[in-house]
């Protein structure tokens, strides 16, 4: 991990790209501004957490649906077709 000291209105650029702020410094809390391209997402940690877990339940729920579908297929009453 790469620990830095930035102070009030200082920044970082990551990758050219992505650049941080601080913007302010409240006792312990720091307020940062981030400055991205769309195609980046940017999320507090805990967000991003959440958003894995639930794609991965839905990944892993998604499995187990589409390997019932054969099962659900059979069930499917056949169309009539009338006679001419």
């Known amino acids: 991990m790469l620990i830095l000291s ?3 209105n200082e920044s ?5 790209r992505i650049t941080v702020k601080v913007v302010r410094v409240d006792g312990e809390v720091v307020k940062l501004g981030i400055t991205a391209p769309a195609d980046v997402p940017v999320h507090r940690q805990e967000v991003y957490e ?4 639930n794609n991965l339940e839905a990944l892993t729920k998604g499995r187990a649906a ?3 579908l054969p099962k659900l297929a059979r069930l499917i009453p056949k169309p009539i077709v009338p006679k001419s």
């Open 66 to 68: 589409v390997s019932a």
């Open 6 to 8: 930035r102070k009030t």
């Open 12 to 16: 970082i650029v990551i990758d050219g």
């Open 50 to 53: 959440e958003i894995q877990k």
